[in-house]
Structure formats: structure tokens, C-alpha cells
């Protein structure tokens, strides 16, 4: 998981999510990232 967050980091040049030891949340970057995808058309 922590491999493919690395890469999804690098991509879109941000950090979609804050990490801490047991606890992951949505970063303000996270939440745009999420609902751009959400009206991005079906491929």
C-alpha cells in the first residue's frame, strides 16, 4: 500500500492523504483529487 501511495504521490504532485501511525485522513489536496475523479467520465 505505502508503494502505490508513493506513486500516486509523485503523479499528481501532491499528498492526497495525511499518514500517521494508525490514522490516515484526506489532505485538502486528497479531497480535490477525489471529487475531480468522481466527475471524470467513465472510460
Not at 508503494?3 to 504521490?9: G, P, Q, S
Not at 499518514?19 to 484526506?26: D, L, N, T
Amino acid at each position: 500500500m505505502t508503494k502505490l501511495l508513493r506513486n500516486l504521490e509523485r503523479h499528481v504532485s501532491a499528498r492526497p492523504l495525511e499518514r500517521a501511525s494508525r490514522i490516515v485522513r484526506p489532505t485538502p489536496q486528497g479531497l480535490a483529487l477525489y471529487d475531480a475523479s468522481r466527475e471524470a467520465p467513465a472510460r
